[in-house]
């Protein structure tokens, strides 16, 4: 599909996979507007981008169908990219044997789960009615999973859940959208070098990196951009979840 002078969406597009995957599209060619929380960096990112910068929670539908509709103004929405995401760490029990907070299960999946399915909806709607590009194609939407939905480890009950809910979804809302054009796939990454990891001692990076088979390293989050692009690209690839993860099977712990 060529997305020259299409727009596209980006949740989450201030850091990380976000972030790269903002600047992949740009380098495409695309309109991108960024959708992050308003204390984030997306405005100036948007700025730097030659895009727009919407200040939304992916869990409220008017905010979500307000960044769509910025999102439309520059052209015809083409590629939607859910990388909104939190990953806070909680066990069933904790280190007295008592229940964990039921509202902090709720909110990782809310923000996960039900965020990824807000944004679907939202930008579906405007996708459907927009013209079709050759061959009938009027966009794609991509997911963000994670291995955890397969090798949740222990601790990651909510972020596992979550994350499985995404891939699970991924058929039927790509079987449901085919009608109009729109192709739905999703990225199961693996240890990547995101924010939030590159904040540990170099240690702990280097133990991880080293879990992983091949390459014996962590991620790079412009690796989960460039296969963006190729599922952009691709027209015969729909309603599937693609692990990238260098083979990595994780551990209970």
């Known amino acids: 599909m060529d997305i020259e002078g299409a727009s596209a969406l980006v949740t989450g597009g201030a850091s990380g996979l976000g972030l790269a995957t903002a600047r ?20 100036s990112i948007a700025e730097d981008l030659g895009g727009s910068f919407a200040a939304a929670d992916v869990t409220d539908a008017e905010q979500m169908a307000a960044a769509a509709a910025l999102a439309a103004d520059a052209g ?12 806070p760490p909680a066990k069933v029990l904790d280190r007295d044997g008592n229940p964990s907070s039921l509202a902090d299960f709720e909110r990782v ?3 996960n789960l039900i965020g990824t399915y ?8 405007v996708m459907a009615k927009t013209d ?24 990651q009950p909510a972020y596992s859940a979550s994350k499985g809910g995404v891939h699970a979804m991924t058929l039927p809302v ?5 009608r109009h054009g729109i192709r739905v796939v999703t990225i199961a990454p693996g240890i990547m070098e995101t924010p939030m990891l590159k904040g540990l001692p170099q240690a702990a990076q280097d133990s991880l990196g080293q879990q992983v088979p091949y390459p ?38």
Not at 118 to 125: E, G, M, R, Y
Not at 222 to 248: C, H, K, M, P, S
């Open 24 to 43: 992949r599209l740009a380098a495409a060619g695309t309109r991108v507007t960024i959708v992050d929380l308003p204390s984030s960096s997306g405005a």
């Open 118 to 125: 807000n944004v679907i909806a939202q930008t579906s709607a």
């Open 109 to 111: 999946v809310r923000v």
């Open 76 to 87: 015809p929405l083409r590629v939607v990219v859910n990388c909104a995401g939190i990953a």
């Open 174 to 178: 790509a079987r449901e959208l085919a």
């Open 216 to 253: 014996s390293r962590l991620g790079a989050p412009d690796e989960y951009a460039r296969l963006v692009l190729a599922i952009v690209d691709n027209g015969y690839l729909n309603g599937e979840t693609i692990r990238l993860d260098g083979a990595i099977r994780m551990a209970p712990k």
């Open 132 to 155: 079709p590009a050759e061959g009938g194609d009027r966009g794609v939407i991509v997911n963000t999973a994670s291995v955890a939905a397969f090798d949740g480890q222990i601790g």
